[in-house]
């Protein structure tokens, strides 16, 4: 499985200048409001990514009256151990896995592969579809190898098309991308039909364990962006045309999929409990994790910032559990000290974060 085994981070937020080695299974950061949870969280996130989920603006991770951050991190992959190093300035960013400049960011990613959970990934549930698109794609792009292609050609044939309907082009000059559309959005399609359904079984299976006082079990419905019944997207396509040329833009296609959630034909967001809904958008991301584990035989590290607050005692207890049963890396934040006796100290490591400063609580048995 993949690990994070050491994260040095200097100037990062708040986060001054500090060496983490963190265990194999759990490892939690506990601390006040504005200790730097969430920029603990942020830097490994950026050493994944290139980016921040919380800024399009890098410049502000800088600590503020500092030029430059950099963290540097060790990950253990297939019995080897690999160096990323980040450093940004105000104005240029460095990237490199092994010493070398990175190419493309899936480079990094297939380094360091995360999986977050955060409160605001709440937003696949009560957001648009935007939110649970992305998610359906992360897995399809980890899961197969021809959908990125896919994707990508898709993304350009409806920019042309899009381009064409908004410049009033000719018709046939228009049409020229449909093929193009047609045949990609087939694709990603039937990728995301398949994902959909392989993740299903991991999906249940986590609900019945976070969940067990549910009587009902989910289902995810697939809906592919166009409507069914309708015909064929290529009969799609032309019987839009005239409404596409007066929006100026496709109305319909892979651009426009989703997925549903529902317990019992009920949407989640109205049969579930606010605490339940947490603890469903939690099995979402772990059945994700673990669909990933099987098919690239290679486990995520699961990052979770701020231990889904508003669960009662024993959901939380039951939660943790299921985090320490799994063979997956977690590092997670919580404000919650009281979290530290239940947890398996042969399997978890601890720190106490105060203003930007770590402590070590606890340390693993592994080590
Ligand atoms: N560039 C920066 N330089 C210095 N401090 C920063 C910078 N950006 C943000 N901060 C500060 O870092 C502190 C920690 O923020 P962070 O969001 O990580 O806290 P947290 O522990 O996650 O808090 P909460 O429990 O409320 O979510 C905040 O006080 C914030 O103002
Ligand atoms: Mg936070």
Partial sequence: M??????????????????LTFGPRLNLIAGDNAAGKTSLIEAVWALSSGRSFRTAKPQQLIQHDTSELTLFAKVEQQHQVHAIGLSRSEEKVFIKVDGEAIQTQ???????PVQLLTPESHRLLEEGPKARRQYLDWGCFHQSQPFINAWRHYQRALKQRNHGLKSRLPKEQIELWNAQLIETAHAIDQIREKYVEDL??????????????????????????????????????????????QQGHTQYGCHRADIKFRFDGQDALMKLSRGQQKLFVCAL????????EKTANEAVIMLIDDLPAELDAHHRETLLKLLQALDIQHILTSTDKALIPLLDADNAKVWQLENGQFSELLQDGCQ
């Fill in 106 to 112: 899936a480079e990094l990613a297939s380094k360091l």
């Fill in 2 to 19: 993949a690990k994070l085994l050491e994260l040095q981070l200097q100037h990062f937020r708040n986060l001054k200048s500090y060496k």
């Fill in 200 to 245: 299903s079984p991991y999906l249940t299976e986590f609900c019945q364990a976070l969940m067990p006082e549910l009587t009902v079990l989910p289902e995810c419905h697939f809906r592919t962006g166009w409507p069914k019944s309708s015909g064929t997207f290529t009969q799609v396509l032309e019987s839009n045309f005239h409404k596409d040329l």
């Fill in 285 to 292: 991301l772990l059945a994700q994790a673990s669909l990933y």
